[in-house]
């Protein structure tokens, strides 16, 4: 049987991890560091107030400040309110309005495993053709990706979007320390690459003579329909949340990065 780890020793852990000092930490949180030392040794119980103004200055995930507080002996903080509450409709609304009103490009909110809780019809049409078995609910962001039978082989720079999506679920490994992301990406990183051979290191400005634009971030270069369409990739989360669900949602739209993947996608809707 393991023991669950004191509050003090959760809070070295994420002091550590934000390679921050004890004296450091201290001058943030207008405490001393005796005073820290004294809580991660347990000597000392930090109140509740201590807790969650430590927990902001070392950034800690929403989700695991209602952990730091529950070691402390304290209740949880912050809700969980499922999606589908009552409570969030006006949120529910807000945010199939921002989907629609993004369309004809692509936009989608995940969770913070990747799952799709809501998509825009840019993003249906990039999925168009994929097997019923990767859209059966529930829709994952990074499955549906990296797949061999999912996007993956359309996609023309997968080597580098593929290393752009692994670095971005290992940057959230380390923060958030999430079994369920470590078991996804254990999975997405095991899936063969699908795709043209010798395609791996592929940067976009092999894409093509005409393709050959000045891009401000990396694209997602696609296939749809005989048409190569290219992307920039754009994230927002809420701003100080104070609900687990609501903190880990976030919202990410495909940006055209050229002229002629704008004027393809507001063709389909002309």
Known sequence: MTSTPSVGALLRTWRERRGISQLE????????????????????????????RLADHLDVPVRERNTLLLAAGYAPHYTQTPLDDPSLGTLREGL?????????????????????VAANRGIAMLLDGLPEHLLAPPLNAMRITLHPQGLAPRIRNLGQWRGHLLAQMERQIALSRSAPLRALYE?????????????????????GPDEAVPYIALPLLIEHDGHLLSFVSSIATFNTPMDVTVAELAVETLLPADAATAKYLRSLVS
Request: proline share 7%.
């Open 96 to 116: 199939e309005r921002l989907l629609t009103g993004y369309e004809p490009y692509p936009a989608l909110i995940v969770d913070a495993a990747y799952d799709v």
């Open 25 to 52: 930490l201290a001058g943030r949180a207008d405490s001393s560091s005796r005073h820290i030392s004294f809580v991660e040794t347990g000597r000392s119980r930090p109140s509740k107030e201590m807790v969650l």
């Open 187 to 207: 999975e997405v990183s095991g899936y063969p690459v699908a795709g043209r051979s010798g395609d791996a290191g592929a940067g976009p400005e092999e894409a």
